[in-house]
């Protein structure tokens, strides 16, 4: 609920913005005796999740309006207002954009440059030189506002996304290795679902990449970049978790065969990690250390024995099933220490102020 209602006032904020910066371009505008369209457009789309965004889609937004005005006004001078103008217009600003690399000013080139053809009268040079003022104001309005009003602040949206997928991956692994060790056959779901939660990480690296920008025009506190900074650690490590999720998620379940001991074992792992995952607290301690060394000794057997069976019938020597699984949990295993490392870190930073975790 947390991390919804987060992006509903995300959301809300940056329509609000939108709408300032419609405002005060069409007060201008007016002001100026210029016509407003074509500015507001600018306006609307120059609004993007980041400040640093919006400056820097700026220098590419300008130069192909200016393409898109050229072009509405050569069309009128050859053409009028035509069939064969918008077509002309449509056409050669999309053509010019593309060539030019001004792939983020394209849309509203050629839709101002297409609006601009029933404007455009005697006047060439005049009708081009408003329209690149028109263009300006609302570049400029909408950086500003996007600067300076209701900066957006991801950090508490990621942490509670980062939390709510780590639940998430618990539960794949958790569902998987019971299909695994039951010898059941693969849900389509699962797999859906763990595409979901790769698609849920990637966003929260947007949003990641988002607030690093953000910091780059607004000043912060070192309270809240020591936070960032752990969380970002930990999204980290959650991304190579995944991938060995993955591993498992297509592993073919039917070839694997366990002594109900070992399975036992492995299901008891399974169990650890997803209360470690759901406890928020990532605590790995003596009994995790235990089963993680279990698991250990299990690989090095299974190893020992693949190594010997290579020495027979020689390269042909695959690895088998429950060695594949091992493995893949033992780096899970790995990784969470790793992790428990880096979330206690950061609650001593937060304590002691003392040097931000590099591992």
Known sequence: ?????????LAGGRIFKTGIAVFVTALICHLMNWPAMFAVITAIVTIEPTAADSIKKAFVR???????????????????DTPISYTFVSIATIFACNKLKLH????????????????????????????LGTTSTGL??????????????????????????????????????TELFNGQAYVKQLRHEFQMLINEIEKTETLCSYQKDE??????????????????????????????????????????????DKNMLLSSSIQVLRTIYY???????????????????????????MESEKSKIGENA??????????????????????????????????HGIKPYRG
């Open 215 to 260: 910091w780059r025009y607004h000043s912060f506190q070192r309270k809240e970049a020591r936070k960032f900074h752990y969380a970002y650690k930990k999204l980290k490590i959650l991304r190579l978790l995944a991938f060995h999720i993955g591993n498992l998620i297509y592993l073919p379940s039917h070839h694997l065969q366990l002594e109900p």
């Open 1 to 9: 609920m947390k991390v919804a209602s987060m992006k509903f006032k």
């Open 279 to 305: 406890s928020g607290a990532f605590s790995f301690g003596k009994q995790e250390q235990i089963m993680r060394n279990e698991l250990k000794d299990w690989f090095l057997k299974q190893k020992s024995a």
């Open 62 to 80: 300008f130069p192909a309006s200016a393409i898109g005005a050229g072009f509405s006004v050569l069309s009128t001078f050859l053409f009028g």
């Open 318 to 351: 695959q690895l088998s099933p429950e060695t594949m699984v091992l493995y893949e949990l033992l780096s899970i295993y790995d990784l969470t220490k790793q992790l428990s490392t880096i979330h206690h870190q950061g609650q001593k930073h937060r304590k």
């Open 140 to 177: 400029i309005v909408s950086s500003l506002v996007n600067l300076f009003v209701m900066p957006p602040n991801y950090s508490l949206t990621i942490s509670n996304r980062i939390h709510a997928e780590f639940l998430k991956a618990g539960d794949i692994l958790n569902r998987r290795c």
């Open 104 to 131: 983020d000013g394209t849309i509203v080139a050629a839709l101002t440059g297409v609006a601009m053809i029933s404007t455009v009268h005697d006047d060439y040079l005049s009708s081009f030189l408003i329209r």
